[in-house]
């Protein structure tokens, strides 16, 4: 079965200990079953990222502290005419920057606040439709 997984890569700095960056990796699998897949994606995101060279491609010399997966999906999720994971993606994404009590609700399952932006919405968006 195919999966998409959305990895949590949290990095953190050796000359600020209250600072760290998170990425979202999202890359899509082969697995027998999501129980196998949260692995399996732990796997691919250990390999692409503790490797030295593709670290400083990133810019980072930084420890990485975090490897956790955000959220898991099979293939029966997508809509087949529009999506299909079985391409073999693989996609990363800057999501924020926290300090050391944020990464600590982390590692207790709870949630933290990061900044979300909008960078462009269709002026026939602009208006929010009125939920049913």
Avoid at 25 to 35: G, H, K
Avoid at 66 to 88: G, I, K, M, T, W
Wanted: negative net charge; aromatic residues 12%.
């Amino acid at each position: 079965m195919t999966f998409l997984a959305q990895v949590a890569i949290i990095f953190g700095f050796e000359a600020d200990h209250d600072r760290y960056e998170a990425w979202d990796y999202f890359v899509s699998l082969d697995a027998n079953s999501p129980r196998e897949a949260l692995d399996v994606a732990i796997t691919i995101s250990r390999t692409v990222f503790e490797n030295s060279d593709n670290l400083a491609e990133l810019g980072y010399y930084a420890k990485l502290v975090l490897y956790a997966v955000r959220s898991l999906h099979n293939d029966l999720e997508f809509p087949r005419r529009q999506s299909n994971v079985a391409d073999r993606i693989a996609i990363l994404l800057k999501a924020g920057c926290f300090n050391r009590a944020e990464l600590n609700k982390l590692f207790k399952y709870e949630n933290i606040t990061v900044p979300y932006q909008i960078m462009y919405i269709p002026p026939a968006s602009r208006t929010p439709s009125p939920r049913p």
